[in-house]
């Protein structure tokens, strides 16, 4: 880090954080401007719920039992949500996300549950919701399973994100990485 940095840290940081996301596009085999560096995913998270979902629209829906920063966000943002129950074994039942809403967000692995979707059920639920952003929450991809990453540049309204907090064990560098279209 003190290599990266300059001398005497008299200067600030570059907004756009270019080094990192050029490093970042090249290990997850996009371009640099499908890369957006946050905070920590989530302020990634709070920037999409802000940018991407309306107060006035749709609900936005995400599974019931998840991550508890979701409520949250939609709370704080005043943005109307549903969500959707998991089944008798845990599992996020990708046809509760079905019909008219204003927005999707999954986490895979859901966070409690640790319950595993595969990335072509997640690719098919972002074409059947083309006119919506749909984010998935990696933050514990690393743990099992296959990043949806790779599904990026054929769903333009597919948001990837991924942090370095769990399983780079790095949560004090407070480092979130989105991946997606260059639209996004």
């Not at 949500?81 to 996300?97: I, K």
């Not at 595993?116 to 074409?127: K, N, P, S, V």
Request: aromatic share 10%; hydrophobic share 40%.
């Amino acid at each position: 880090i003190r290599e990266a940095a300059n001398a005497d840290l008299r200067l600030y940081p570059d907004p756009t954080c270019s080094a990192l996301a050029e490093r970042a596009a090249a290990y997850y085999g996009v371009e640099p401007n499908q890369i957006f560096i946050g905070n920590g995913s989530d302020e990634i998270l709070g920037f999409a719920f802000a940018a991407f979902f309306s107060p006035d629209g749709p609900a936005i829906r995400f599974p019931d039992i998840t991550y508890s920063f979701y409520k949250v966000y939609a709370g704080l943002y005043r943005i109307p949500y549903e969500t959707v129950p998991l089944d008798e074994e845990f599992r996020v039942p990708l046809d509760g996300f079905a019909g008219e809403s204003g927005g999707i967000v999954l986490p895979n692995p859901n966070a409690p549950t640790g319950r595993y979707i595969e990335t072509g059920a997640l690719a098919d639920l972002a074409a059947r919701n083309a006119s919506r952003v749909v984010i998935l929450d990696e933050a514990y991809i690393d743990f099992g399973g296959s990043s949806a990453v790779r599904h990026v540049n054929e769903h333009p309204n597919l948001l990837v994100v991924h942090t370095l907090s769990k399983s780079r064990s790095l949560a004090g560098l407070r480092v979130g990485v989105a991946i997606g279209h260059p639209d996004l």
